[in-house]
């Protein structure tokens, strides 16, 4: 039987995973689209009563990891905390939380980008969210509390796993984004 931090820790190692799917042929990236689609419609449906000690005790988890997970996801990329958005990131199509951006890193071949800013607060999050959907993203999994916050978000064109996570350095909003 699943936890609801353990659900939530599932659907973010998904959308992470989903991340690192360069190379792969077209199938198999509609395969693992469909089947993260699939996981982050069953956590919409199982976060609604998670409460948000298991949110934060869930991105916890997460967050303590997330260095090593985007390397692995984006083929050996290097996460920079140069304070630049990398080479070729779609800027036009992804906007970013209002912050300092500290870095981010790319896999080959356009496979995929990631992008942390430091932002003023966990509850922008919902403005993040919002600037998505504005841009046309269609949000199929999102859980927020005080410390931390997590969605995932889908337009013809690019998916967007969104974490925000309360540390000692700050609030740093992760974006990995991939095309479709």
Do not use: H
């Not at 973010?12 to 689609?37: K, M, N, P, R």
């Not at 419609?41 to 997460?62: C, L, N, T």
């Not at 967050?63 to 985007?70: M, Q, R, W």
């Amino acid at each position: 039987m699943r936890t609801p931090t353990r659900t939530l820790i599932a659907a973010v190692a998904a959308g992470i995973a989903l991340a690192g799917l360069s190379g792969c042929s077209a199938d198999a990236v509609e395969q693992a689209t469909d089947l993260g689609s699939s996981v982050a419609s069953s956590v919409a449906e199982g976060v609604q009563g998670i409460d948000g000690k298991a949110i934060q005790d869930g991105m916890a988890s997460v967050a303590g990891g997330i260095d090593g997970a985007l390397d692995t996801a984006l083929k050996g990329a290097n996460v920079t905390s140069d304070g630049k958005v990398p080479d070729g990131f779609p800027s036009e199509a992804v906007p970013l939380v209002d912050g300092t951006v500290v870095g981010g890193g790319s896999g080959p071949n356009g496979s995929g980008w990631v992008v942390q800013v430091r932002a003023a607060s966990v509850d922008d999050f919902a403005t993040a969210a919002q600037q998505l959907t504005d841009a046309g993203f269609t949000e199929s999994a999102k859980r927020a509390d005080s410390s931390s916050a997590f969605g995932m978000f889908r337009s013809d064109g690019y998916r967007v796993v969104l974490t925000f996570s309360d540390g000692s350095d700050g609030v740093t909003a992760t974006y990995i984004v991939t095309p479709r």
